[in-house]
Structure formats: C-alpha cells, structure tokens
C-alpha cells in the first residue's frame, strides 16, 4: 500500500498520463513546429538534390516505430542483451530482403551512414598507411574515398583517379596506368556527383591485375541497381556498399554486401564491435520496409523513370542554354555547368531555392572556384519521380531552371524576382497537382 500524500500521487498520476499520451505539439511546440514546417516545405518546394529522396509512409512508420528503445548489441541469435526476439526477427528480414534484391550471399545492415560503412570496409580490409585508390573529390568521388579532409586521406594512402578534361569521362586505361604505377590494396569504383555508367568489369580486371580488392559505393545508383536500370556491381566487385536513402528510397542509413564468405568475419567485426555499439533497430526495421518496397515490380518501373526523367531534365537544360558536364546522363544525377553564365554554384543554389526549387552547389571537373562558391550545381530526380513528375514535369522543370539562371546573369547575385516569382507561382502548380504526404 502506498504511503505517499494523495497530492503526490495525483502529480504523479498526471505526469504519467502525460509522458505516455501527450502529442508533440502538447510536449516540444518548437521541435513540433519545426517538423510542421518541414513537411510544409518538402510539399511547397520540388526536391532536385540528387542524394535525396521522399520516402514512404510505411518506411517513416518504422523509422517512429517502439525499436527506438531497444538496444540490440550483437546480430541475430548472438545478442548481448535479452529482449532481442523482434529486433533478430526485423534484422533478419532487412538482410535476407537485401541479399534477394542485390542478388548477393551476405550483408550486414547495421552501419548508422554511408561514411561508417565505408570505414568499417577500410577497417576490415586495411592497415593504416595502406594505398588505396578512388575516385577524385574534384571529379565526383565522396568524401570518404580518400579527401585528405576525411579519415581516408588521413589514415591511408589515397591514389586518385579522375575524369579526362577532354570529355569529363573516366578514362580506365589511365585507371589501369596509375593501378600499376601504385599497387593499391583496394580500389574504389563509385561516386558521387558522376552521371554516367560505370563499367564494373573493367575495374575487376584492373583490380585483377595488381591484386587489389575491389569496392564499389553505389550509394547513389543502388535504387537503379534494384530496379534494373544501371548494371550491378555483381558479380564483379569483391564488396559493395550503399547508403539507403537515395534512390532505394529508404531511411537514412548504410548496408554493406558481399559474396566471399571469407569476409564475412572481418566485415561483421568491423561494424560491431569496430566502429558502433548498438545497432538503430527503428532504422534497421525500416530498411527492411524499404527492401520489400524496392522488391515490388512497380520499383522497376520507378527506377526507369527515374532514368528518363534524368535525361529529359539534361535535355531541356541544354536547349535552354545550360551546359551538361559530361554531355548527359545515364543515372538520376547531373552536374550544371554555370561557368558561361558567369553565375556560381553558391548564387544559383540560392536564388533557386527563392523559387522554391531546392537542389545544392557543387564543383565541377577542374573547378577554378573554392568548393563554398562552385561553378556548378548538382540536380537528381529520384524525389521528383517519387512525387510522380514524368518526363513532361522534368522538361518544364529543366526551362524553370534556366528562367531563375539567366535571371542571376543579368542581376548578379540578387537574381530577377519577378522571374522568381513567376517560377515560384508554377512551381507551386506543380506541386498541388503532386502532392506529398497528401492529407498531413
């Protein structure tokens, strides 16, 4: 029998009616107004950052789902907490659905980022100061595949590769030439801000020849790779990683996959206990949605719309005077040369988004400007295709583009506001008649 004053346990009471069932409007209105008014935003603006997408209601379901408490150490039936039934049931699901949709032996689903999954593979594989080859920064490689600002360039010894100057394409005999001249112990193929195929067999032969284990990040294209529109990095690459928010249209996270059992050991150790404690079970649980989405026949559709519209974005950006770099595309994402316009990448991506058309500044092969200014910007249209723009929407898109570019050419940084107006005024109608998250 309780002891306590009938006023405490009435405070007590409440308190506990509030903890369990206030919304988070009643708890947090500045977290719950910020939330509003992102939504408000994503809704209000088209998306064109290519390492973005809009995912599903059921995949943000589970991202809110009860797994946010469990903690879940280990894997599957090896756990070092108790409790863990449901989290090896989803843990299982998301890694037999991954190897299903990748066509793959093994993965491992738990990695919280691409950069971490990027860092348990060189953790696996690597010693500290070991050579490595990748894709360069300037040339649309990541972060982690050797800047020298990044763990990679300052752990190891990083090669770059790049595109030729000529035609911005990757020149794999030159591939080839500094894969001899350096002897790396992995080599990197992927990236991402490079808007062509990548050729897969012809890095396994150069990995081959010197050696080398060979790795692909397709955390871009991995949603093309499922659906059938881009060629799979299997059975060509020895490992391969991806994000799953991009084009796979998941939640924020990473997946590492593999076929060679012999590294199964030394990748699982380098995630847990490597690099993270206990894996974000709500994201796991969510990956798992997102496989079972991305396994679906309508995907393959998706992801050749995705395709398409690329292309249909390019296409209507350089009949309205914008240059491509590379000339085209064969995936979701594009670079935007600004240069003959004499606007940065920093102007357009503002004046831009006034016009609520939302994309991000970004070098270009041989860039002259620091990488806070950019004499390009990067488009994709994964969000745009999961909004249901075809190629129609993306042509328009590409002309609305160029309207608030020309205008940052005449008028400098401000831009022209009544062609940002106007711009804003049919982006909004395109909007309304593709809503997202219609009736929240």
Known sequence: MSTAAPEAIDTHNRQSRDFWHADLASADPEVAQAIASELKRQQDKIELIASENIASAAVLEATGSVFTNKYAEGYPGKRYYGGCDYADVVETLAIERAKELFGCNFANVQPNSGSQMNQAVFLAMLQPGDTF???DLNSGGHLTHGSPVNMSGKWFNPVSYGVTEGDELIDMDAVAATAREHKPKLIICGGTAYSRVWDFAAFRRIADEVGAILLCDMSHISGLVA???HPSP???????TTTTHKSLRGPRSGVILWNDEKYTKPLNMAVFPGLQGGPLMHVIAAKAVAFKEA????????AQQVVDNARALAASLEEN??????GGTDNHSMLVDLTAKDVTGKAAEAGLDRAYLTCNKNGIPFDTRSPFVTSGIRLGTPAGTTRGFGTEEFTIIGKLIAEVVDGLSRNGP??????EESVRRRVGELCADFPVY???
């Open 133 to 135: 080859m990748g894709l």
């Open 295 to 302: 396994l679906a026949p309508e995907f393959k559709a998706y």
């Open 438 to 440: 219609p009736g929240r």
């Open 321 to 326: 005077g914008l240059r491509i770099v590379s």
């Open 414 to 419: 401000e831009g022209d506001a009544q062609v």
């Open 227 to 229: 659906g059938g529109a």
């Open 234 to 240: 299997f059975p060509h690459c020895d490992i391969v």
